[in-house]
Every structure is written in C-alpha cells, then in structure tokens.
C-alpha cells in the first residue's frame, strides 16, 4: 500500500501565501517525479508544477514567480510554496507522485486525496 497525505490547504486573502505538504508513506523503492494539480468547480483538473527525482521543476504559466515546489526526498515529501494568491487560484489541490514499489517495476501514479484552498479576493 502506498498513501499521499496532503496538508496545507486553508483559507487566506488575495496576496496572502499557502503552503502545501504532501508526504508519501508505505511500501516505497523509489520515487520518480512529484507534482501538484487542481481542480476548480466546473473545470478539468490542471497541472500547477512538477518537480523530477533530481529536482527539475516546471511550472503553469499562470502561477510562474508566484509559486514554488520543492521536495525532499530523505522524507518522501514535495512541498508547493504559493505566494501572492489570487481568487482565480481557489481550488482543490492534489498531490501525484510516480513510484516504484519495487525494484524492477515499471513506476506507478499515485493521487492524494486533495486539500482546498480558498483565495478571498
């Protein structure tokens, strides 16, 4: 079994910042690339930023010099730091992560369970 735990997520005004955990728990060999995604009511879920096992990132154009992701891989964790938020940020956000759960086999995506952000305008 393999688990995504996210924490973070909250109410906060526009221009205020948020700052998100994910930690990964189980039966773990490695993991490859983590992410953040959201959904907002009525819209397809969007990536917002991924970081590699060697921590090359990219970002959504729309949260580019805002926000920032990060990871440690000693704690199995990836962090989204997100500054200067606006109302049009508002959404559940999830956590992914592609892992191995055993050497040899092929990496497997894994969800959690999402945490919502509110940006008050």
């Known amino acids: 079994q393999v688990q995504l735990v996210e924490s973070g997520g909250g109410l906060v005004q526009a221009g205020g910042s948020l700052r998100l955990s994910c930690a990964a728990s189980?039966?773990?060999?490695?993991?490859?690339?983590m992410g953040w995604y959201r959904q907002a009511p009525g819209e397809q879920r969007e990536l917002v930023a991924g970081?590699?096992?060697?921590?090359?990132?990219n970002y959504a154009d729309s949260v580019k010099g805002r926000f920032t992701i990060s990871r440690d891989n000693a704690k199995n964790t990836v962090y989204l730091q997100m500054n200067s938020l606006k109302p049009e940020d508002t959404a559940v956000y999830y956590c992914?992560?592609?892992?191995?759960?055993?050497?040899?086999?092929?990496?497997?995506?894994?969800w959690g369970q999402g945490t919502q952000v509110t940006v008050s305008s």
């Open positions: 992914n992560a592609l892992i191995k759960r055993r050497l040899g086999t092929l990496p497997t995506a894994y």
């Open positions: 189980g039966t773990i060999f490695s993991i490859n690339a």
């Open positions: 970081i590699t096992s060697d921590a090359a990132t």
